[in-house]
Antibody, heavy 122, light 110 residues
Framework: EVQLVESGGGLVEPGRSLRLSCVGS????????MNWVRQAPGKGLEWLSY????????YYSDSVRGRFTISRDNAKNSLFLNMEGLRVDDTAVYYC???????????????WGRGTLVTVSS | QSVLTQPPSVSAAPGQTVTISCSGT????????ISWYQQVPGTAPKLLFF???LRPSGIPHRFSASKSGTSATLTITGLHTEDAAYYYC???????????FGGGTNLAVL
């Protein structure tokens, strides 16, 4: 059974940093593209970042480019999101999602974690 | 502001048919496959369709999807009360090199 489990969320002050992790199991993690998607309270889904299996292709949304960094450790079946300069409007549930791996539908994800809540507040 | 445009809400009675539209651009929907997701509040999104109109296993056949030009449509026939949820369209934007979601549509089954 494919599972994705996010961790690392919590309460953080504006301007601080946080690192989210996502551990995958039940599939060959190193073979799949991965995405981070977030959802602010009462709002819709917002894609943040995409990373290829080898880590050589990465994409970011305009809202996080330059502040957030996606990375992975295939030996540990783990995906990360390093978040710096956090703002109040970064408050959201952060999901990691396994991409289907189709070049013509980047971002299409058939497996999602349950998410981890990040609250940015003073 | 979402790059893909969806109606904020739709509603219909059980047993009826409802359509949810998703409008994009030539560089988004017009050039790439679209996916649809269903999300019950408090849970993770669930993939309903990929590659415009392909249904993952386990998705009921009362759900269908299509794409034409720069727009896409999700159709649910014979509505069930458990279909009440938020629905999102998604695709890749080749010009912007980003993944884009629609703003989401809240389906109420009255």
């Amino acid at each position: 059974e494919v599972q994705l489990v996010e961790s690392g969320g919590g309460l953080v002050e504006p301007g601080r940093s946080l690192r989210l992790s996502c551990v995958g199991s039940g599939f060959t993690f190193r073979a799949y593209e991965m995405n981070w998607v977030r959802q602010a309270p009462g709002k819709g889904l917002e894609w943040l970042s995409y990373l290829s299996p080898s880590g050589d292709t990465v994409y970011y949304s305009d809202s996080v480019r330059g502040r957030f960094t996606i990375s992975r450790d295939n030996a540990k079946n783990s995906l990360f999101l390093n978040m710096e300069g956090l703002r109040v409007d970064d408050t959201a549930v952060y999901y990691c999602a396994r991409d289907r791996g189709s070049e013509a539908s980047i971002g299409s994800s058939n497996y999602w974690g349950r998410g981890t809540l990040v609250t940015v507040s003073s | 502001q979402s790059v893909l445009t969806q109606p904020p809400s739709v509603s219909a009675a059980p047993g009826q048919t409802v359509t949810i539209s998703c409008s994009g651009t030539t560089s988004s929907i017009g050039s790439n496959y679209i996916s649809w997701y269903q999300q019950v509040p408090g849970t993770a999104p669930k993939l309903l369709f990929f590659d415009n109109d392909l249904r993952p296993s386990g998705i009921p056949h009362r759900f269908s999807a299509s794409k034409s030009g720069t727009s896409a449509t999700l159709t649910i026939t014979g509505l069930h009360t458990e279909d009440a949820a938020y629905y999102y369209c998604q695709t890749w934007d080749s010009r912007l090199s980003v993944v884009v979601f629609g703003g989401g549509t809240n389906l109420a089954v009255l």
